[in-house]
């Protein structure tokens, strides 16, 4: 018996493209492309400009604290080198964090990066979690960013424990013969499997005030029903340091969720 342990979490976490060789050869593209843009462009130097750190909180249903990191390694105006990391915990004792490595620079109009995370979830009953390999691109103009990422797990499933069906509420095996007791076993798994997601967002009104965003995401699961989805919001900056946003998602699992 698999149970879907990691859902929630990735519907929460993720939004952005296309299969997981693919996304290591644009990684790799990316990074010779800007050196070789970049590299005459004015000197290198370390810490190039100042790291920016957000931490969020947020309550529904369970109460999360999430917070995450860029801090710039090694580049110059055009072009930066960056480690990054990211973090969440919730009072239901899951928690994630996801170190990695990545690239920004200038060409022409354009902003252009591409990273590697190495992402790491654990869920309340299973201590040891999975680790996922998560690549993306994303390009940012003056009024719009589009981003795509992909999914690749090290591995698949994680039995956690093995129980008899009357344990876990399935009492359609049991059955008696004499004085004894028969009844089937059943393995407890998490299960996981590769994905990828995509998001486009612009800006619109004096100042880049409001800007909205949508995308799809698609996660395959073995033996299970894949989530396939799309989610779509808006936010609005009254200013610096103050915004409100919604956002609405639909997939096969979940059907309709919106939150502000």
């Known amino acids: 018996m698999e149970l879907l342990s990691r859902n929630e979490q990735l519907l929460i976490w993720l ?12 990684f790799l593209l990316l990074c010779v492309l800007t050196v070789t843009n970049c590299y005459a462009s004015s000197p290198y130097y370390f810490f190039p400009i100042l790291p920016r750190i957000n931490i969020n909180g947020s309550t529904v249903s369970r109460t ?6 860029i801090l710039p390694v090694y580049g110059n ?10 973090g969440r915990y919730g009072n239901d004792r899951g928690w994630f964090i996801g170190p990695g490595l990545g690239t920004r620079a200038i060409l022409g109009h354009h902003i252009w990066g591409a990273y590697l995370f190495g992402d790491r979830d654990v869920v309340p009953r299973d201590s ?13 103009g003056r009024h719009w960013e589009w981003h795509a990422n992909g999914y690749a797990p090290t591995r698949r499933d ?24 028969f009844d089937h076993l059943f393995q407890i798994t998490d299960s996981i499997g ?15 005030a409001l800007y909205f965003y949508g995308g799809f995401y698609f996660y395959q699961f073995r033996g299970i029903r894949n989530i396939e989805g799309g989610q779509f919001g808006a ?13 609405d998602s639909v997939d096969t699992v979940f059907h309709n969720s919106f939150g502000v």
């Open 15 to 26: 939004q952005k493209k296309r299969r997981f060789t693919h996304f290591i050869s644009y």
């Open 64 to 69: 999360y604290q999430e917070e995450d990191a």
């Open 77 to 86: 105006s055009n072009f930066i080198v960056f480690a990054s990391g990211a």
């Open 128 to 140: 040891s979690g999975f680790w996922v390999l998560n690549p993306g691109i994303e390009i940012f």
């Open 158 to 181: 994680r039995v956690i424990r093995t129980a008899f069906g009357d344990e876990i509420g399935i009492g359609s095996g049991v059955h008696f013969t004499g004085h004894s007791e």
């Open 194 to 208: 590769p994905g990828f997601d995509t998001s486009l967002g612009f800006s619109v009104l004096p100042y880049n």
């Open 235 to 247: 936010r609005y900056y009254f200013n610096h340091n103050v915004a409100i946003a919604i956002n």
